[in-house]
C-alpha cells in the first residue's frame, strides 16, 4: 500500500524533532540534577520549572506574530540558536536567578519551536491521516526524549561536558530542514493568538489539551518523587520513568490510526477509561514493588500521553489547515496553563495525604475530561471525518 503523500513532506521535520527533543530531554533532566549537585535549595529547583513553563506562556503568546513575520524555518533556525546559547552560558555562572532566567528564556524559544513544528505537521496533514501524523510525530518525539535522558550517562554532570552536547543536539536540529526541498507552510497574513475562538469551534480541543497539560505536567514533575517515596532506587526510578516515556511512543500509532477511522472523541474516552484505571490501580498498589510500578507506567503512559495529539487532531480538523499556526500557539497556550496548575494541586494533595495521591488527582481531572466529552457527543453526535 503506497504511503501518503504528507509523510514524505514531514520526513525532514520529523528528523529535526528527534533531533532537537533529544537535547532538550537531556537538557531538562540535566538543569535539575546540576541544580541538586550545586546544592541549590528544594524552593529554586521547583522554581526552574516553574519558570521554564511561565517563559513557555509568554512564547506561546509571542509564537503566532514571530512565526507570521519570519516564516517557519527562519523561525526555527533562530529561536533554535538561542536555546543554543541559553545551554552553553548556564555553566559558566552557577547562580540560582540565572539559571531561572535562562530556563524562562529556553521555555520562551520551545513554545515557539513547538508551534514552528505542529502547525507545519496540521497544513502538511489532511483530515483522514492527521491522528496519524501527529501520532508519527509524538513517536518520534517520546524516542528522543528518552534518547536524551539515556544521554546524561556520558559524562559527569558536575562538568559543561553535558551542556556542550545540548547545545550541539539544538544546533544541528536546524540542518534537516535548512536542506529539505520540500516548501514549509505560508505563514498566516495575520496571525493572533485566540484560545476563545478556538474553544467556540473545539471545546473537546482546548479542555483536553489544557488537561493533558495538568496531568501530563504533574506526571513528569512529580513522577520520580512519588517512585523514590514508594522505595525505589534511582535507577528504578529511571525505569519507571522511562516505561511511561515507552508506554506513550508505544501507544500513538494504534490511536492515532484508530482516531483516523471514527469520530476522535471515542477514542479519547476510551484512551482515558484505561488511564484512569491504571491510575487508580497505582494509588492501590503503590508500594507493590519495581515490576508492578513499571508495567502500570507504561499503561498510563500509553493511555494518558495520546490525549494531546488526539484532542489537537480534532481541533485542527474543525478548525482548517489555513488556521494552522493560530491552533497549533492556542493549544500549546491551553497545554501549559495546566502544566503550570496542575503539579501545584498534586503537589498539596502529596504533601497532605500521601505520593501516591498525585495520581489521584490525574485519574480525577481524566475522569472530569470523560464526562464532558460524553457531554459533548449527546450535544453534538459524531460526523463522519470526511465531513469535519
Not at 550545586?38 to 506561546?60: H, N, R, T
Not at 517520546?142 to 551542556?163: C, E, H, K, V, Y
Not at 494509588?283 to 495529539?309: S, T
Not at 493560530?326 to 498534586?346: D, F, K, Q, R
Request: glycine letters at 10%; proline letters at 6%; charged letters at 10%.
Amino acid at each position: 500500500m503506497a504511503l501518503h503523500p504528507a509523510y514524505g513532506q514531514i520526513s525532514a521535520l520529523l528528523t529535526a524533532v528527534f533531533i532537537l527533543i533529544a537535547g532538550n530531554g537531556l537538557f531538562s533532566t540535566l538543569v535539575p540534577l546540576r541544580g541538586s549537585l550545586e546544592a541549590f535549595p528544594d524552593i529554586v529547583l521547583g522554581l526552574l520549572g516553574s519558570a521554564y513553563f511561565a517563559g513557555m506562556f509568554f512564547g506561546c503568546i509571542a509564537a503566532p506574530r514571530i512565526v507570521g513575520r519570519a516564516g517557519h524555518i527562519r523561525t526555527f533556525a533562530a529561536l533554535g540558536a538561542v536555546a543554543t546559547v541559553t545551554a552553553i552560558a548556564l555553566p559558566m555562572a552557577i547562580e540560582p536567578w540565572f539559571w531561572m532566567l535562562g530556563r524562562a528564556v529556553t521555555g520562551f524559544c520551545f513554545a515557539g519551536l513547538y508551534a514552528t513544528i505542529e502547525s507545519w505537521l496540521h497544513d502538511k496533514a489532511e483530515n483522514v491521516v492527521r491522528g496519524q501524523v501527529m501520532a508519527l510525530y509524538n513517536i518520534v518525539h517520546n524516542t528522543g526524549n528518552a534518547a536524551g535522558q539515556q544521554a546524561i550517562r556520558l559524562a559527569d554532570p558536575m562538568t559543561s561536558t553535558l551542556f556542550s552536547v545540548v547545545a550541539a543536539a539544538l544546533s544541528l536540529a536546524v540542518l534537516p530542514l535548512a536542506f529539505t526541498r520540500t516548501d514549509p507552510p505560508n505563514p498566516p497574513p495575520v496571525p493572533r493568538l485566540r484560545l476563545i475562538w478556538l474553544y467556540q469551534i473545539s471545546p473537546v480541543g482546548v479542555l483536553g489539551v489544557l488537561a493533558a497539560g495538568a496531568a501530563n505536567g504533574t506526571m513528569w514533575s512529580l513522577g520520580p518523587i512519588f517512585a523514590k517515596e514508594s522505595g525505589l532506587t534511582a535507577g528504578g526510578v529511571a525505569s519507571f520513568m522511562t516505561a511511561i516515556i515507552l508506554g506513550g511512543a508505544i501507544g500513538q500509532w494504534p490511536a492515532g490510526r484508530l482516531a483516523d477511522r471514527r469520530d476522535r472523541r471515542y477514542v479519547v474516552i476510551g484512551a482515558m477509561a484505561i488511564a484512569i484505571a491504571a491510575e487508580l490501580a497505582l494509588v492501590a498498589f503503590a508500594d507493590a514493588g519495581l515490576l508492578v510500578l513499571v508495567v502500570l507506567g507504561a499503561v498510563i503512559g500509553a493511555a494518558a500521553l495520546v490525549l494531546y495529539p488526539l484532542c489537537s487532531s480534532h481541533a485542527g480538523d474543525l478548525a482548517g489547515r489555513e488556521n494552522a499556526v493560530e491552533v497549533s500557539s492556542a493549544l500549546l497556550l491551553a497545554y501549559t496553563i495546566g502544566a503550570i496548575v496542575g503539579p501545584t494541586a498534586a503537589a498539596t494533595m502529596m504533601a497532605r495525604y500521601a505520593p501516591e495521591a498525585m495520581f489521584l488527582h490525574n485519574a480525577a481531572i481524566h475522569l472530569v475530561l470523560t464526562l464532558f466529552i460524553m457531554w459533548r457527543l449527546w450535544y453534538r453526535p459524531p460526523v463522519p471525518q470526511s465531513q469535519v
